[in-house]
Nanobody, 126 residues
Framework: QVQLVESGGGSVQAGGSLRLSCAAS????????MGWFRQAPGKEREEVAA???????NYAESVKGRFTISRDNAKNMLYLEMNNLKPEDSAMYYC????????????????????WGQGAQVTVSS
């Protein structure tokens, strides 16, 4: 059973930093493409960052230079380091994984994400 559990969300002022973590119970974490998405109230879910099994990464234009995605395969952990946060970064952030080919998928980068965590709230005040 796939389980993705996010942690590390919170409230910060603009210009501050947060680090999100995702503990992944995935049979083949090493071979899985992982990513972060976010959704603000009244808006559609949007991609934030992705990291493939070879550690290559891809970022949404809005977060390039400020966010860094990384993974620790030994611990089955995914991270998102967020710096210079802006009020428009406020959203629920979701850890996601590409596991097999079942279910509805959301394509981003070269991955097709089909599993999601429950989310971690990030709030940035001006």
């Amino acid at each position: 059973q796939v389980q993705l559990v996010e942690s590390g969300g919170g409230s910060v002022q603009a210009g501050g930093s947060l680090r999100l973590s995702c503990a992944a119970s995935v049979g083949n974490f090493i071979g899985s493409c992982m990513g972060w998405f976010r959704q603000a109230p009244g808006k559609e879910r949007e991609e934030v960052a992705a990291i493939d099994s070879d550690h290559t990464t891809n970022y949404a234009e809005s977060v390039k230079g400020r966010f860094t995605i990384s993974r620790d395969n030994a611990k089955n952990m995914l991270y998102l380091e967020m710096n210079n946060l802006k009020p428009e970064d406020s959203a629920m952030y979701y850890c996601s994984a590409e596991i097999g080919s079942g279910g509805p998928v959301v394509p981003f980068y070269r991955c097709f994400f089909n599993y999601w965590g429950q989310g971690a709230q990030v709030t940035v005040s001006s």
